[in-house]
């Protein structure tokens, strides 16, 4: 109970503190550990806001001159206003400590949006600048390269220059959103290796795979219960008028695995298989050790660099995080949207790319996030921006007429790891019962 007398000597109670910086109440359960904070001091917390301290971690954390001289600018804010400074040690006290900001979807601390505007997202940014220190140290004890340190944090200046913040208002800053996706970053849960990113995770697709004990070939079974179109791609809200017309059953046996195949270009087969247990063995299930794979924003998806990424994953994760055990790569994305191979050309870096993977069935994202990450923040109707890249030139016509994209999941299992020989693209319908 000692930091919360501390606080409340200071004046400050969660109830005050919003209050003071015009919170919605409703949102009081995101600073429910409030009263748990320890060691954190006010005085001390504003050194963290000096001009010296916001320049050398900007420049640690590469920002632009223009984004540093706007936090040292306004950082004296911050230190100005007890309510506000108690909310930035706060938020820092959160970035270094609480473990579930990793683990999260959710936005950890309310927005300052209505107490400072567009101003509301700096906060943010120094917050994490304030956290970098302690990131750097972490980094040092493991030894990680410095290119690998240095691409990593970069991605606080990506999210500066690419999320919807920067999009609605036209000021540098990150929502509370980046900021918890950010702090994986910072403890060096997730590192940029070349163009990919990776973090540590655990598989969920609701699948199983197995692998041929002489011919090597990978197959893989949906679970029960998965809702598939006529097409045999996941079926949800966002897929319109399209009826799911059948469920996937699992009906093992002493002597076979049984079940709908999915082929590995993202659809399920309507026609179950038996495979016998004599032949195959398991190789992949839900809640097992794999590498999360995130494409950050920004620049080309070159098909070569791409595979350099999975390659360096294979060394770097062994070498400086020997604890991390992962059977292979998996993730979820627009990206690896199934239609992408009927829409683009079979030279495209989407295609390729998904052409090294194994495809499988899911909804991940819809329209919504398609008019966001090909057109552009903002757009909500093909029709109202020109179409200038190949991407947009095959997307437009079918938002035109009312079709529906709703991404799509992957797997890589690492033994399979031969860029430009297409592992699973080997699949034969006729090899497996």
């Known amino acids: 109970m000692t930091e919360t007398r501390s606080l409340c000597v200071a004046g400050f109670s969660l109830a005050s503190i919003f209050k003071d910086l015009h919170l ?24 963290f806001l000096e001009p010296g301290f916001v320049t050398s971690m900007a420049r640690a954390a590469a920002l632009s001159t223009e984004q540093t001289e706007e936090l040292v600018s306004f950082a004296p804010r911050i230190a100005s206003e007890p309510a506000l400074l ?5 938020c820092l006290h959160r970035v270094r400590h609480d473990v579930s900001l990793t683990r999260s979807w959710e936005e950890q601390w309310p927005p300052l949006d209505e107490h400072l505007g567009q101003d509301a997202g700096l906060v943010n940014v120094l917050v994490m600048l304030a956290a970098l220190p302690e990131a750097l140290e972490g980094f040092d004890r493991i030894g990680l390269p410095a290119r690998v340190v240095a691409d990593t944090l970069a991605d606080l200046r ?39 990113q990776f973090s540590p995770s655990r598989f969920s697709g609701p699948l199983e795979v197995f692998r041929h004990r002489t011919s090597g070939q990978v197959v893989a079974l949906a679970n029960s219960g998965q809702r598939l179109g006529i ?12 009826e799911p017309s059948w469920v996937s059953e699992r009906s093992d046996t002493e002597t076979h695995f049984g079940g709908h195949c999915l082929d590995p270009t993202g659809h399920a087969e309507r026609l179950p298989v038996a495979l016998p247990k004599s032949q195959w063995f398991r190789v992949l299930a839900t809640g097992d050790p794999m590498l999360s794979i995130h494409v950050p924003t920004g620049g080309s998806l070159a098909f070569e660099d791409c595979g350099d990424s999975f390659r360096q994953a294979l060394e770097f994760f062994p070498r400086y995080y020997p604890e991390v055990v992962f059977k292979g790569f998996a993730t979820a994305s627009w990206l690896m949207d199934p239609r ?15 052409s090294e993977l194994f495809l499988y069935p899911g909804i991940q994202g819809d329209n919504d996030q398609i008019y966001q990450r090909v057109f552009g923040w903002g757009v909500t109707d093909a029709r109202a921006v020109e179409w200038k890249t190949s991407l947009q030139k095959a997307v437009g016509p079918v938002l035109e007429s009312g079709g529906h994209f709703h991404g799509g999941y992957c797997f890589l299992l ?18 497996i019962s």
């Open 231 to 242: 097409d045999g791609q996941a079926w949800g809200p966002c897929c319109g008028s399209l």
């Open 24 to 47: 919605d109440s409703s949102k009081a359960a995101l600073c429910e550990d409030w009263p748990r904070l320890t060691g954190v001091s006010l005085e001390s917390a504003k050194r």
């Open 414 to 431: 690492k033994e399979d790891l031969d860029w430009g020989r297409q592992p699973y693209r080997t699949y034969k319908k006729w090899e």
């Open 340 to 354: 992408w191979g009927e829409l683009l050309a079979p030279q495209s870096n989407i295609v390729r790319l998904q």
């Open 86 to 90: 108690a909310f930035f040690a706060y």
């Open 158 to 196: 990506r999210w500066m220059e690419s999320d919807v913040y920067f999009q609605n208002h036209g000021r540098w800053g990150i929502t509370p959103w980046i900021a918890r996706w950010l702090t994986k970053h910072w403890r060096g849960i997730m590192v940029q290796l070349g163009r990919l």
